[in-house]
């Protein structure tokens, strides 16, 4: 079965510099790749989300970017903030009508002021 | 917006209890999912249901078991409650047309 890898499992960064979290995928028919934001005491929030049809997607300061050919996809995020602390989970999915999504284990991203 | 809700945010439940963890969601959405979260072991999927009165084990079912009634709503139930069922539990849902899955805010469930 699917199997994400995701690293690092913690990231300190400073205000205003960039975060990169990078996953691994090991399905080849994996289609779909969802990121998460998951804030103390809340729900998972999906962020952005990526095709195979597609390298790269950007929205404002997220962007994500996929290499099938390597597995991988990572999420990045610009001009950090203090509010962009939280931890960040990737998914992996065949896209079949079920779009059940494999997990990663998570990063958690402080943004230091 | 996509609204999941989450009957409680927070239960203590004794060993032994039948616990009931419902879910709703407002979107149409074909597709619901019940999730565990657990520190170190992230996000593992207990049972989904692509239709309503159908359900598919998920890596982890043993122990629980699902309902699926109506399309919006998705039951969870801990048929004897365990301690090693303490958990954060969260409900899902998605459209078979995108597959964007929303999340619920989540229930804690301590089980004593």
């Known amino acids: 079965g699917e199997n994400v890898e995701q690293h690092p499992s913690t990231l300190s960064v400073q205000e205003g510099d960039s975060a990169v979290i990078k996953c691994t995928y090991s399905d080849s028919a994996s289609n779909y790749f969802p990121w998460y934001k998951q804030e103390l005491g809340k729900g998972p929030q999906l962020i952005i989300d990526?095709?195979?049809?597609?390298g790269e997607k950007k929205d404002q300061r997220i962007a994500v970017t996929l290499n099938k050919t390597a597995k991988h996809f990572s999420l990045h995020i610009t001009e950090t903030q203090p509010e962009d602390s939280a931890v960040y989970f990737c998914?992996?999915?065949?896209?079949?009508?079920?779009?059940?999504?494999?997990f990663g284990s998570g990063t958690r991203l402080l943004v230091r002021p | 917006d996509v609204k999941v809700t989450q009957s409680s945010r927070y239960l203590v439940k004794r060993t032994g209890e039948k616990v009931f963890l419902e879910c709703v969601q407002d979107m149409d959405h074909e597709n619901m999912f019940w999730y565990r979260q657990d520190p170190g072991l992230g996000l593992r999927l207990i049972y989904f249901?692509?239709?309503?009165?159908?359900?598919e084990k998920g890596d982890i079912p043993e122990g629980y078991s699902v309902s699926r009634e109506k399309k919006e709503r998705f039951s969870l139930i801990l048929e004897s409650a365990s301690t090693n069922q303490t958990s954060m539990y969260l409900c899902?849902?998605?459209?078979?047309?995108?597959?964007?899955?929303?999340f619920g805010p989540g229930t804690r469930l301590l089980v004593l």
């Open positions: 990526i095709r195979s049809n597609v």
């Open positions: 249901s692509y239709d309503v009165k159908m359900k």
């Open positions: 998914a992996a999915s065949k896209g079949d009508s079920s779009y059940k999504l494999i």
């Open positions: 899902a849902s998605s459209s078979w047309a995108t597959g964007r899955t929303y």
